[in-house]
């Protein structure tokens, strides 16, 4: 009897393990991009290697973004960028940890796209802010592409604009989210 | 006298004028077209990095990176570098320049591929933590794939 017992606490410890790890879906290539529309020039930088875990049961989702992966075109906005605007030396990595609010909405067993609401705490240039975003998860041939478009305003992130342009640099800044996650094995 | 000034002020004001323009409109760097300052295989990364984190980071920080290893999976957007059944990863991100360098790769075939290295990512132990599973990440972007032997 107690051998019975033992055997299926076991297998129950087993089944669970492996359950937790199915309901997780991954990328490590995941891609952010930002843009803000200004007077004196638009900028725009793209990072193409997010990392990004999304639990479908629960629907908890995570992102981690390296601030120094941001691509730029020019040479000048990229040291802007890094130097003045993010201090990435001193804060190197932008996070997001939510959860899918209406998770339950989205059925992950059928191919469609899903409108979702996402809240959760970024952290961005070493502040903490909560944010809520709409999104889209689009389930097709068991694979989840997750993908959100939202707006942050840098001051909210201790993010200063020198003096100079300031009239010039906008403080509303688009994000835009866009990731195939696959089954985490 | 007078004019000479005059010229003078004035040829230093388009010369301060075209290095102010030059330096605005200068395109960011394609590292993957410079020499590399490290060259190493995904493994021995990984070992640096396993070894003394801190240190690591600090000796590959935005340097040119050249490094080789087995592609696990890759788009038009980034290259994937790790060994099967573990979860650690070498993520390149392809600059915009360097899309079509993808053309000779093959999953499971070895290759190598150089960019500017811009961070890693260690597991935590904290089981809240949804990344903890992911392994040691580590992130070069602005890459391409070097195909020149």
């Known amino acids: 009897m107690v051998k019975k017992t033992l055997i299926a606490f076991v297998g129950f410890v087993l089944f669970a393990g492996t359950a937790k790890a199915q309901d997780r879906y991954f990328t490590k290539t995941g891609k952010i991009d930002f843009f803000s529309e200004a007077k004196l020039e638009d900028i725009e930088a793209k990072n193409k290697t997010v990392t990004a875990v999304l639990d479908k049961k629960s629907g908890a989702i995570q992102f981690e973004v390296q601030m120094k992966g941001f691509e730029f075109e020019k040479k000048l906005m990229q040291e802007h960028f890094n130097d003045n605007y993010v201090e990435s030396n001193k804060f190197p990595k932008a996070t997001f940890k939510g959860t899918v609010l209406n998770n339950t909405a989205v059925n992950y067993t059928k191919d469609g796209t899903y409108n979702v609401k996402v809240k959760g705490k970024l952290m961005l240039h070493g502040v903490t802010k909560e944010v809520e975003a709409p999104g889209t998860i689009k389930i097709s041939g068991g694979k989840i592409d997750a993908a959100s478009t939202f707006t942050i305003q840098l001051s909210d992130y201790n993010i200063s604009i020198p003096a100079v342009v300031k009239d010039k640099i906008s403080n509303t800044i688009k994000i835009m989210v866009d990731t195939r996650l696959e089954p985490l094995k | ?149």
């Open chain 2, 1 to 149: 006298m007078k004019r000479k000034i005059i010229l003078g002020v004035l040829l230093l004001i388009v010369v301060a004028a075209s290095i102010a323009a030059w330096k605005y409109f200068e395109k960011s760097t394609n590292y993957a077209e410079k020499e590399p300052e490290m060259t190493i295989s995904v493994k021995e990364l990984f070992t640096a990095f396993e070894q003394d984190t801190a240190t690591a980071n600090k000796r590959f920080i935005d340097k040119i990176v050249r490094v080789s290893g087995t592609v696990r999976s890759f788009d038009s957007s980034a290259v994937v570098l790790g060994e099967e059944g573990d979860a650690s990863s070498v993520v390149v991100g392809l600059d915009e320049r360097n899309k079509q360098s993808i053309s000779s790769l093959k999953e499971g075939a070895a290759a190598t591929l150089q960019g500017k290295f811009s961070g890693y990512s260690k597991a935590s132990a904290d089981p809240e933590d949804l990344l903890s599973s992911l392994g040691t990440t580590i992130n070069i972007d602005y890459g391409g794939v070097i195909t020149k032997k």
